[in-house]
């Protein structure tokens, strides 16, 4: 069959166009710009990439179109598509249809962790012998690829809320049909299609319907948005997780945990245990750990195997991702866009790095949410554990966060309008033993590879002189 997939280049589809390639279709497909590290991915499978929306690329018809969400009526290809009469499918109802169907889904949805868990949980089942598919927005260290098809029963899916195509404007989640399905969290995000909280709890709670009695939901203990899902009703078993303990409501929880979470010991029902030392740190990834560790055991995984594994995690790209060590300046590309992701992610660190450590936190302001100014109000106080702030407004931007700088105090934060102001400003006050996090939903313009080199070469010529 050949397939031909609209909108490549973006995490998911790119991973479906490797998971069909595996399974012997021939796959070619078309984005805006084509760009790694997704093209690089395609191209290593040998998949022809097309870019741009020009119908001439229809010819000759392939057997399906697989269209990706960011597509709309109006785009060319897509208005040629329906005037061809030509057939089409959505990424989420290909996925289900070819890939997942009579297989073991482990699906992780929530708003935060859910790269991170897939990620950990994938990496568990491999470690155990487990030849799991998998298909995850982000890139494991582990993998080097973001999906796989698999040999084994299981396949690990992170369940994405964004809706599924321009005809279908449920989650994608509500395709996967989930066996195990882990609730990270369930907070008021992706403004740009949502009108409010109610509105992605409604589609959470579609997804609940579609795990069978036989299955396993795992879901966060104490949040009250996805207690509020639950309580639509649920008709699946309940098994509850917390980083910390001890919490009364959770079956899972951690227990003789290090300050910055890279040493904890995970107890289950029952009273199983087992323990976990990483490189990871912050109570987020010990509640991602967690949540892995009871979809495996699910999975037939033993706890103690499981936390064996998480031991030897390498973590996955632009989570916290050390970019370099220019000088002893600690570069940092991480993906947190979203305010509680952003106050996380700092407080780990700080917990990791100790009071006296300076922290320059670099936030980009691009997710559309962010763009809209959703999180005006929370933005501030996310960045309580920064010493220095330097915030991206670029010219996608509706608001004017001016008082969101105002609010953390001009000794510690300013505004700047592009990446190269940012990168000045950087290798102006950035002293050896600072560390440096670049957090952005997008590629920040390059700006954590620009940045490390940057500093690498101001601290050299300066050396010289």
Request: glycine share 12%; aromatic share 6%.
């Amino acid at each position: 069959m050949h397939i031909h997939i609209l909108g490549i280049c973006g995490t998911f589809m790119g991973g479906l166009a490797q998971l069909a390639a595996a399974r012997g279709d021939r796959v070619t497909g078309a984005d805006a710009g084509v760009y790694p590290p997704m093209s690089d991915q395609l191209a290593a499978a040998g998949i022809e990439l097309t870019e741009g929306w020009d119908p001439a690329q229809l010819e000759p018809a392939p057997d399906l179109v697989v269209v990706g969400n960011a597509l709309s009526r109006g785009n060319p290809i897509v208005e040629a598509v329906l005037d061809r009469g030509l057939r089409f499918t959505s990424g989420p109802a290909w996925l289900r249809e070819h890939v997942l169907q009579g297989r073991h889904v482990l699906a992780i949805a929530g708003t935060h962790g859910k790269t991170s868990t897939a990620s950990m949980l994938a990496h568990v089942l491999a470690a155990n012998g487990v030849d799991a598919g998998f298909l995850i927005g982000g890139v494991p260290q582990g993998f080097g690829v973001s999906a796989r098809l698999g040999t084994a029963d299981a396949f690990v899916v992170e369940a994405d809320e964004y809706d599924s195509a321009f005809f279908d404007k449920r989650s994608k989640f509500v395709h996967y049909g989930p066996r195990t399905l882990v609730l990270n969290n369930l907070e008021f995000d992706h403004a740009d299609i949502f009108d409010d909280l109610a509105a992605i709890q409604r589609q959470f709670h579609h997804l609940v319907r579609t795990v069978p009695g036989t299955g396993r939901i795992i879901t966060r203990s104490g949040d009250a948005a996805l207690e509020a899902v639950l309580a639509q009703g649920c008709w699946t078993p309940l098994e509850r997780f917390a980083p910390v303990q001890p919490d009364a409501g959770a079956d899972w929880c951690a227990v003789e945990r290090s300050a910055d979470g890279s040493r904890f010991t995970v107890r289950g029902p029952g009273g199983v245990r087992g323990a976990v030392e990483w490189d990871l740190i912050g109570e987020h990834n010990v509640a991602n750990g967690i949540a892995a560790v009871a979809a495996a055991r699910h999975a037939g995984i033993a706890v103690a195997s499981a936390c064996a594994a998480l031991s030897d995690f390498a973590g996955v790209r632009r989570r916290l991702e050390v970019r370099g060590r220019p000088h002893g300046i600690t570069v940092y590309d991480d993906f947190a866009h979203h305010p509680t992701a952003i106050a996380t992610t700092l407080a780990g660190l700080r917990a990791r790095v100790g009071a006296d450590s300076r922290i320059v936190a670099v936030v980009d302001l691009a997710s559309n949410t962010m763009r809209m100014g959703v999180h005006a109000g929370t933005l501030a106080g996310a960045l309580a554990d920064a010493d220095r702030v330097l915030l991206h407004a670029g010219p996608g931007v509706q608001w004017d966060p001016r008082p969101v700088v105002a609010c953390i105090g001009a000794d510690r934060a300013i505004l700047l309008r592009d990446t190269t102001a940012i990168a000045e400003a950087v290798r102006a006050e950035a002293e050896p033993g600072d560390h440096v996090v670049l957090m952005s939903n997008g590629g920040f313009g390059g700006l954590p590879q620009a940045l490390t080199e940057r500093l690498e070469r101001t601290v050299d010529a300066s050396a010289d002189d």
